[in-house]
């Protein structure tokens, strides 16, 4: 927390147009956007074993994009909460199957949710770095719940699994190159907002083709560029299976 603070404090000063979101406002974003529409879906499932085990191979499939993901706070707290209610999906599991004299709990076969869904595109290095890392220890602390839980010791070692974090300018690399439009659920972050009078020459730049002159682009904030290319991005593919969005703004 404080470590990300300072970096990204740190990457404001230097006019990157990059903000700390704190764990309340990531909250108040991925849960319209998918958190409490899976633990509502979770409600309904929870005593139903062939309906749970399909909710928890949907849980596998889903697909994260932070397209402006700095250390990876968003990419972090969803990935944490994911695997929460995967916790619960086992704990139900595990219930249903003590009602039917199943003892055995398979926890390593069991535990599906992995940061290979969680995808990112960052323009820095060193926070890029960070984010994969950061995944990665959320990872453990996770499998560390699941093993005090079921008393059973499971950790992914060694790792064969890796968060997709891109080092590169999002503005100029196409998306699809990262996660594909067809393959992904969620589009989620906290783009860089600077206004006209603040943008660098290189924003400029960046900001302008984007634009595709739209009318009136010139005096509009950085930050709408990750909007017309979320746009784009979605209309690579066919609803109902395009990616939701939801930006800090």
Not at 187 to 194: D, K, Q, R, S, W
Request: charged letters at 20%.
């Amino acid at each position: 927390g404080s470590l990300f603070q300072s970096i990204m404090d740190d990457k404001a000063r230097r006019n990157l147009g990059a903000h700390y979101t704190s764990e309340t406002n990531i909250l108040k974003l991925i849960g319209p956007l998918f958190l409490d529409e899976l633990h509502a879906e979770f409600q309904r499932v929870q005593k139903n074993r062939n309906r749970l085990f399909e909710f928890h191979k949907k849980l596998q499939q889903l697909t994260f994009l932070d397209p402006a993901c700095g250390c990876g706070n968003f990419l972090v707290i969803s990935y944490r909460e994911l695997r929460e209610l995967e916790l619960q999906v086992l704990r139900a599991s595990h219930e249903l199957s003590e009602h039917k004299g199943q003892r055995a709990l398979d926890v390593a076969g069991l535990v599906r949710v992995n940061v290979h869904q969680f995808y990112g595109i960052e323009i820095e290095e060193f926070p890029a770095q960070i984010a994969q890392v950061a995944l990665w220890l959320v990872d453990h602390q996770m499998n560390l719940r699941v093993s005090v839980e079921f008393g059973l010791y499971f950790a992914r070692i060694p790792l064969t699994s890796t968060p997709q974090i891109r080092h590169a300018n999002a503005l100029r690399l196409d998306w699809n190159q990262v996660l594909p439009a067809q393959r992904c659920c969620y589009v989620l972050g906290n783009p860089p907002f600077i206004g006209k009078k603040e943008q660098t020459p290189q924003q400029k730049a960046d900001f302008e083709p984007i634009m595709n002159r739209i009318k009136g682009f010139g005096v509009l904030d950085f930050v709408t560029a990750w909007y017309v290319k979320s746009v784009n991005y979605i209309r690579t593919v066919e609803p109902p299976i395009s990616p939701r969005v939801a930006f800090v703004s």
